[in-house]
């Protein structure tokens, strides 16, 4: 028993039928305070543990709101900026300014399209109303898509692959974001 709570029941079965002795009760009133001790270390270790594991989910769900309202914002301050200045420029005036400005809001538009998009997968994979059919794909088939999908935000990046020419069966991985039932 500890200072809080009933954490077990020892039970000791004598050898003899005689009662134990002094000494003995002794022993054995020492034995269940060590073991009382190692039992509520351990439970106090799970618990600390317990404590820190909530505490580094916590910093990491903050983390992602936080960059998931900075990607969210960003394409949303892009169209705010690019509207305001579209409506300051009179009508036929600066015509490459304009498609400038209309290419910067489908841009940002899209961008925003996508990340909306993303989420709301993550949340139906989360959730596990929607499973993920696994099939087996090529690593180069599945890089240079993802290359082709991030071509405009690569852009203005150089980007180089490099797969080893000789890689066979470990080129082969489970693709789980092609297709979902």
Do not use: Y
């Not at 020892?10 to 039992?39: C, G, I, N, Y």
């Not at 600390?48 to 983390?63: D, Y």
């Not at 309202?69 to 036929?92: C, F, K, M, Q, W």
């Not at 841009?107 to 099939?135: F, H, I, Q, Y």
């Amino acid at each position: 028993m500890t200072k809080e709570q009933v954490i077990g029941v020892l039970s000791v079965k004598l050898a003899s039928t005689e009662p134990p002795t002094l000494e003995h009760r002794d022993l054995l009133d020492a034995f269940a305070r060590q073991a009382t001790l190692v039992l509520d270390r351990l439970r106090l270790a799970a618990e600390a543990e317990q404590v820190r594991v909530l505490a580094e989910s916590e910093r990491l769900s903050k983390s992602l709101l936080n960059s998931v309202s900075h990607e969210l914002r960003t394409p949303i301050a892009a169209i705010t900026t690019a509207v305001s200045a579209l409506d300051e420029i009179p009508p036929g005036d600066h015509p490459e300014l304009r498609r400038a400005l209309t290419g910067e809001i489908q841009c940002s538009t899209a961008r925003l399209n996508r990340l909306v998009a993303n989420l709301l997968d993550m949340t139906r994979l989360e959730s596990g109303r929607v499973k993920p059919r696994l099939e087996w794909c090529e690593v180069r088939d599945l890089v240079n898509v993802a290359l082709r999908k991030a071509g405009k935000e690569l852009a203005q990046h150089n980007v180089t692959s490099f797969l080893p020419p000789d890689c066979r069966w470990s080129s082969l991985t489970p693709c789980s974001w092609n297709k979902c039932s």
